[in-house]
């Protein structure tokens, strides 16, 4: 069975960066991306949001995040054993738990998802 273990989160000014890495093993289908979500404090796990995942190919797709563009990146390394997510210029609205994921491609939801890390939390303050 996969497993997923995330690391890298931790309280940052705004302004701030920060990179989060997720270490996953198991077999992952072909057909299964592999991303981030996030959840903010007070919210359920069904209020969690698609940040953005990898395809098989290495494909970048996005959520409904609109206030990430252009300041979060996720990439995977060379023996695609740990995916990142890159953040930059963070700010107080993105403080919430980010988790990583597999799950159905597209991967825009928790109904899409299959397989959760444990999360890491992720504060930044003014």
């Known amino acids: 069975q996969e497993r997923l273990v995330e690391s890298g989160g931790g309280s940052v000014q705004s302004g701030g960066s920060l990179k989060l890495a997720c270490v996953y093993s198991?077999?992952?289908?072909?057909?299964?991306?592999l991303g981030w979500f996030r959840q903010a404090p007070g919210k359920g796990r069904e209020g969690r949001e698609a940040?953005?995942?990898?395809?098989?190919?290495?494909?970048?797709?996005?959520g409904y995040i609109d206030s990430i563009q252009g300041r979060f990146t996720v990439s995977r390394d060379n023996a695609k054993t740990t995916l990142y997510l890159r953040m930059d210029d963070l700010k107080p609205e993105d403080t919430a738990m980010y988790y990583c994921?597999?799950?159905?491609?597209?991967?825009?939801?928790?109904?899409?998802?299959?397989?959760w890390g444990q999360g890491t939390q992720v504060t930044v303050s003014s």
């Open positions: 940040v953005a995942y990898l395809d098989n190919a290495g494909n970048t797709g996005y």
């Open positions: 198991g077999y992952i289908h072909r057909n299964y991306c």
């Open positions: 994921a597999v799950g159905l491609c597209p991967m825009l939801g928790v109904p899409d998802v299959v397989k």
